[in-house]
């Protein structure tokens, strides 16, 4: 079952402010599943998120790695990580368990880390209940809309 949780429309100047109020609106969910077509910003937004959550490390897109990791400190000086995936390349969930994607949700799961997903389409029976579906929609050449979905 999908709940609306949240919509916006930002242009590429306003990124930074709703990757703020996305941060806000989705406290306390560790999964996140952005789709879109390929050029929509899911990296860019990812970016933006990590640059506000003050992550320590270089922030890229894992097209080739496949997981990224970064860390930032949250609350009462807590080391946290996220894990950065991007599924594009994986033919399926098997893929996806070979190269440690399930290792990854299932620290989120037991709140040890956030796992941004780019192309999560590629293996969604991975995807732990709940978890956020977050969908890019390319408005215009500068203009995006996002919504985000609780899927439960």
């Known amino acids: 079952m999908r709940t609306t949780l949240f919509q916006i429309s930002y242009s590429l100047h306003e990124i930074r402010q709703a ?4 941060i806000e609106a989705t406290s306390g969910y560790t999964v996140f599943a952005f789709s879109g077509e390929m050029g929509a910003g899911k990296t860019t937004f990812i970016h933006h998120i990590c640059d506000l959550l003050q992550v320590e490390d270089a922030v890229s897109s ?6 990224n990791e970064y860390h930032y400190t949250a609350s009462a000086q807590q080391d946290k990580i996220i894990y950065h995936m991007d599924w594009y390349r994986l033919k399926d969930a098997a893929d996806a368990i ?9 620290v989120a799961i037991k709140g040890g880390a956030l796992c941004f997903i780019e192309w999560p389409e590629k293996a969604i029976e991975l995807l732990p209940v709940p978890y956020l579906w977050i969908s890019i929609d390319t408005i215009d050449i500068h203009e995006r809309k996002m919504t985000i979905e609780v899927v439960s």
């Open 98 to 106: 070979n190269a440690g994607m399930e290792d990854c949700l299932d």
């Open 19 to 22: 990757a703020g109020r996305f």
């Open 62 to 67: 894992p097209t080739f790695a496949l997981i």
